[in-house]
């Protein structure tokens, strides 16, 4: 099969969080199954110089965005047999600090950023010498895509066109511009109604994904239920009901080649189930290296991640504060929210033994914490999959998780089973509820025994693409193919 994917970031190039890793790994695995794949992504500042090996194609991008016509080119690098990626140039849009925005202000020309690059990837897929059968849309930033597969197809004399699916990662990002934002996609007028891409008189990528895409994909089960209710669909649920025939739930895997314990550069000291001492001398390196006291009898508790309202900071810092008393330490890593980034830093200054946050984004420090922690704190309100708890249980790092989404379909709570159990969960969204989970997770730890076994029990577990592309050729071989469904 030929698939082409397309993604706004996608890692080692670009990544401000789990879509990057998604779509890198996926791509990643599906090549080595020996599907043919092409990634389409951005060309953001800096990935040039990064990966020299980047080379142009010949390839001009004439792009109408409105009454305007705006060029940019493409590069491509086939970093592995079988895949090809694809970057999309356009300086004006690309070669920027942030990638989305600055300082937690999205870019206020996004709406065209992304039409460009939803443009560009159709653009690809209908002239390239070897087009796609499968065309794969991922979260809003390439939410245009299925439309114009459809448009072309169904009114521009297309055929055969790919077939397209699009994922949700996230909900809660629906890249919604105000109505003038239509005119940059140069679609018919019809398309901007009710049934189209007009979500409460705006333009929404997403909504317009969400209607047009042959088949919608989310990223774990339990979320694929759970969007089909008011409390989790921000919005969408009606559309998303709509669909509901047409929208499957597979959980995300790991690329266990960046994320491991034995060959890890980003690691100091290499270690797997049987052999721990390194997971030890990785906690006692990590306390130092980021100024809090080594205490053996002290429970490590870590987060990564974006903060941001999703991962259930609120929750956090009030439980945090209730519970610091047990004596545990607590690292974190993460940026976002100011609100977020100055609860935390006034923690850490009010514990200066106990607590210690770094503000940033840094993929070194964050195997680092995965590694050196005893526990994983995700207190999320949703979560579409999560990838922390899963590269936690691999790092020995016992998930405390809410009971949602992703999070409830990867980690077995001691209060379900307690023999196959690998994490702590919770199920209200409440801090009575993380403040109980946190007291537990303490509890745990004096318990060498029950500790352990949480321990190897996750240690044990298997979360890679390997296995989980499997369930997407599936899917993809079932697209092409309805009659065998
Ligand atoms: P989300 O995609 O909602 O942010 P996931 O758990 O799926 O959540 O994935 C988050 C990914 O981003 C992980 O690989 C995590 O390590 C990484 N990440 C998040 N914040 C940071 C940060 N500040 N520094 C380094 N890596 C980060
Ligand atoms: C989103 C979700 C996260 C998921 C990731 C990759 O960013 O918030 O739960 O793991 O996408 O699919």
């Not at 076994?453 to 899917?475: C, I």
């Amino acid at each position: 099969m030929r698939i082409m994917q397309a993604s706004g970031e996608c890692f080692p190039y670009s990544k401000t969080g789990g879509l990057a890793d998604m779509v890198g790994a996926l791509s990643k695995a599906l090549a080595a199954k020996g599907n043919e794949v092409q990634l389409v992504t951005p060309l953001y500042r800096g990935i040039l110089e990064k990966y020299p090996d980047i080379r142009p194609l010949e390839w001009d991008l004439d792009l109408s965005l409105g009454d305007r016509t705006v060029s940019g080119s493409v590069y491509y690098l086939e970093p592995l047999k079988n895949l090809t990626i694809y970057f999309i140039d356009q300086p004006d849009f690309f070669h920027r600090p942030g990638i989305y925005g600055e300082k937690s202000e999205d870019y206020s020309d996004n709406a065209e950023r992304y039409m460009f690059f939803s443009k560009a990837v159709v653009n690809l897929a209908r002239y390239l010498p070897q087009p796609p059968d499968i065309l794969h849309a991922h979260d809003w930033q390439a939410g245009m895509v299925p439309v114009y597969v459809q448009h072309e197809h169904f009114r521009g004399g297309w055929h055969p066109a790919p077939k397209t699916c699009f994922t949700i990662h996230n909900l809660a990002y629906q890249g919604n511009f105000p109505s003038t934002a239509f005119e940059l996609a140069n679609l018919p007028g019809d398309y901007f109604s009710p049934h189209g891409v007009e979500f409460y008189g705006q333009l929404s990528f997403l909504k317009s994904a969400l209607v047009f895409a042959d088949h919608l994909t989310t990223v774990s089960p339990r979320y694929a239920r759970e969007i089909l209710t008011e409390e989790y669909a921000c919005g969408m649920a009606g559309v998303l009901q709509a669909r509901a025939k047409q929208l499957t739930g597979i959980l995300n895997g790991v690329d266990y080649e960046d994320w491991n314990t034995t060959s890890n550069p980003h690691l100091d000291y290499p270690y797997d189930a049987a052999h721990l001492d390194g997971k030890d001398r990785q906690k006692k390196k990590l306390l130092k290296q980021m100024g809090l006291p080594s205490n053996r009898k002290a429970p490590l508790l870590g987060v990564v991640g974006r903060l941001v309202d999703q991962k259930g900071g609120d929750l956090l810092l009030p439980a945090l504060h209730a519970t610091l008393d047990l004596g545990y330490q607590f690292v974190l890593l993460g940026s976002g929210m100011p609100h977020y980034e100055e609860g935390f830093q006034r923690l850490a200054k009010d514990y200066p033994k106990q607590v210690a946050v770094q503000i940033g984004y840094d993929n070194a420090l964050a195997h680092k914490i995965e590694a050196a922690s005893d526990f994983f704190l995700m207190p999320s309100k949703f979560e579409p999959c999560g990838l922390n708890q899963l590269y936690s249980l691999k790092y020995g790092t016992i998930p405390v998780v809410r009971a949602v989404g992703g999070l409830d379909d990867s980690v077995v709570g001691l209060e379900e089973d307690p023999a196959s159990a690998d994490g702590i969960k919770f199920s209200e969204y409440g801090v009575t509820a993380l403040e109980s989970a946190i007291r537990k997770a303490v509890e745990v730890y004096q318990d060498t025994v029950l500790f352990n076994q949480l321990r190897q029990n996750g240690m044990a577990k298997d979360f890679s693409w390997e296995r989980t592309s499997e369930e997407y050729m599936t899917f993809y071989q079932g697209l092409l193919n309805p009659q065998r469904q």
